[in-house]
């Protein structure tokens, strides 16, 4: 469903991607893997549009944004990719970037309401069932500030499925959460990906990742160091990098 080929990104003139491919099959639960600091968020904001890069290809279930091209035409083209990937491809950051001044029910129906041309009725009712399946129907008119870091990032992953995605990015979703928070939206994510949905995930959890993948991939410095499947690269991982970062966390 997503594939990257030969992407190429710089930070301040300092090479990050240098030409990444990676196919992501429909259905699939996708971890990325790798110390901070390695490519692995900017790789999810690559896919959704919200980082350029400057060449190669993503495409997404036949919409394709390529590397920085100065034709007018295929600048147009790339922009109306850039659309209909936003509406196929839900994301959820780190931070949970709820609107402060809303409710829980008005954060998940804005979008859709404005965005998709859904009327409020349908929009409420669609939020109603999002909260019930994250454990929050009763947190429908609270406000953020009224909720703990876990509802919120659960209130977020509600929202991003609200726009009816067909893949879903999580970018650290548990990284800003007390301990005791974290169990709660790893089920939500568990249970989407049992589900079927395709699922690209950067994540520290590495217990989490183990069991929920259906491949692993380790990123260091922009450069893919191994991948594979779950078992292959927690049990037995080839390459001497990805033995020792794993050594830290699996006992």
Known sequence: MIKIQNLFKHYNYQPLF?????????????????????????????INGLEPFGG????????????VNES????AQEELALRN??????MVFQQFNLFPHMTVLQNI?????????IGRAEAELNAISLLRKVNLEEKAQNYPEQLSGGEQQRVAIARALAMRPEAMLFD???SSLDPEMIDDVLKVIKDLVSEGMTTVIATHEMSFARDISTHVIFIEKGDIVEQGGPQDIFYNPRNDRTKVFLSRFMK
């Open 109 to 117: 129906t804005e979008s859709p309401i404005h965005v998709l041309g």
């Open 72 to 75: 007018d035409y295929h600048k």
């Open 56 to 67: 190669g290809w993503i495409s997404i279930d036949s919409q394709t944004r390529y590397g």
């Open 172 to 174: 650290e979703p548990t």
């Open 18 to 46: 240098r030409g990444l491919s990676v196919d992501i099959a429909k259905r699939s639960a996708v971890t990325l893997i790798g110390p901070s600091g390695s490519g692995k968020s900017t790789l999810l904001r690559c």
């Open 85 to 90: 990937i936003r509406k196929k491809v839900g």
